[in-house]
């Protein structure tokens, strides 16, 4: 099945407690182009990038079976570019630098070929550009995924209930399911999430797992327990690419299709975080893709008979 | 089989932000026995009381067959108290007050019939007394979990390290394991507490789950997500002594019984956290249980087959 994505294709500049990166290439749509690749062909993606992005990336990822038509480069203009420092924990960093440069001026305009693609995951962008994505579609795809976080939130409420309005599945952290649901238990936050439109809500909760809610039923995913966190950035948007990619690679949306996708996205975040910024997962194969889900599967997976 | 427990039987006043208590009956020992009473017979406690105590509430435990015998009574003394507040977030709370009471002298003494059981759950208590009660032993249990804590890592770091290497199973939550490690990572924390002497390590995660760690192996259980925690007091006890009354009840100390066993103790500790004190506990049904371990095994389980 085809997949659109729509989303930041980037620059950013990283420093973790284990080494720190020049100016590596990141953004959401681009972890989320690798992260699907390996599961199903073509993506398409639409985002923008100034004519300081290295092109050779993109060549990558059309070697991948990306379709990167969509993406407009524009001569004269500088990518966005964002740097941050992680704290020794790294479950937290601060923002050292944001510069939106083109992302700035960014008007998604998503081209015919891409119009009727059966899956879209929006990254997370200004919530009033999510919409005109999805209204610029021939066809509503078969399923929308869209991931945001605090701060359109804070900033943008009401055009980003809006968004979340138009879409199957919801992704965000804890925290932010907490901001916008007003309840501290998730249980409480998915019911009223639920109610805002989406039918599937994903929790992401890091290094402690994600959560899939859906009417009353939830399924749980840990994250796998590493030596060794390297990099924690692009890991959701790695996630959210596994998660949809398997779910066109499979074209089943049904819950149970939705627990293994969450299983596989799973996997391909734990990938993301063993080295900086794409390199993990520019070199994967399908084998080491099942090897890593059976480490999940090993990990949760428990026999039980009742008596 | 038989189990044997000793740790603190007390009084509780706790304050969340749901309500609050008078003084309310708690204690390692009393959750741990209630919990495990749900699983094997005959459950024997080695603790410490003052006269004040109710004893009403020993023979609700007499009547699931847990020996209180072993539960030395101070006429003219108080019982251990304890009472704190939990925040908003229920993950964090203050305590309050600290009446030690009898247990600043508590030296267990465990009866003749005691010293044959065929499973020892120590407990968090003072380290020395915890290296006591398994010397006093005439034949070595089956299987030793031990339970401890920071306090002990800041003030009795070589007695506790004694009393680990002493043990099989160590119960410890993700900060303390990090503590008693020096190691960010729980998979490294995990090695070196392996190093230390016990072949198997539980880390609580609170509503984040927990992690069994056997050599190589890692096993992880989802906490459930709950609409309402309204009191988390004895929740790790309840957990623990969940986990040792299936081992007992099965008879099987091998690592895929004790991924059972983690949920098991999971789910005791999930109806823990839903009144106060030993609420909830007291009026279980097998059923009631049965229902709530199907509960994580939906929460949890998927059907993956590799391609």
Redesign the interface.
Known sequence: MSLLTVGTVAFDAIETPFGKTDKIVGGAATYIAWSASYFTQPINIVSVIGDDFDMDELKALNARGVNTDGIEIRQGEKSFFWSGKYH??MNSRDTLITDLNVLASFNPQIPEAYKNSDFLMLGNIDPSLQISVIKQLTKRPKLIVMDTMNFWMNIALDTLREAIAMVDVLTINDEEARQLSGE?????AAQKIHKMGPKFLVIK?GE??A?LFHNN??????AL?????FDPTGAGDTFAGGFIGYLAKTNDISF?NM??AI?YGSAMASFCVEKFGTEKLKGLSTEAI?ER??MF????????E?V
Request: hydrophobic share 45%; charged share 30%.
């Open positions: 020794m924990d501290l238990s998730l249980v409480r909760k402690h797992g959560l039923q939830v399924f749980f995913a840990p327990p590493l030596e060794e966190v149970d627990k293994r299983i099942d889900v059976n599967i090993e990990l949760s997976q428990v026999d039980i009742l």
